[in-house]
């Protein structure tokens, strides 16, 4: 079974930024698409970013635009969200999904992400 792992959350001022970091130690990992979601309380799930593994192209939510990036380093197996200017509407904890099923030209917002780590919280303070 395949485990992403997350890291980078913390505990922040309004303004601030942070980098959070996805990575897999499986060495045969591959997927479709990669993305970043987030679930403050009382609040449903929000897909933030997401990026195609083996193919140019990503998708940023309108929530975050301008201020949040996703990349890739597939070399390293690993996902990052540089998260720039946070507000403390950003609270919230952050999950790392991989969408292992295709078809492999979905929308990267309608993929079924099919494993998760375990999220990292992300706390921003005025």
């Known amino acids: 079974q395949v485990q992403l792992v997350e890291s980078g959350g913390g505990l922040v001022q309004a303004g601030d930024s942070l980098r959070l970091s996805c990575s897999t130690s499986e060495p045969t990992f591959s997927a479709y698409a990669m993305g970043w979601f987030r679930q403050a309380p009382g609040k449903e799930r929000e897909i933030v970013a997401a990026i195609r593994w083996n193919r140019v192209g990503s998708f940023t939510g309108d929530s975050v635009k301008g201020r949040f990036t996703i990349s890739k380093d597939q070399a390293k197996k690993a996902v990052y969200l540089q998260m720039n200017d946070l507000k403390p509407e950003d609270t919230a904890v952050y999950y790392c999904?991989?969408?292992?099923?295709?078809?492999?030209?979905?929308?990267?917002?309608?993929?079924?992400?099919?494993?998760w780590g375990q999220g990292t919280q992300v706390t921003v303070s005025l």
């Open positions: 999904a991989a969408a292992t099923r295709g078809p492999w030209n979905s929308p990267l917002s309608a993929f079924k992400y099919d494993i």
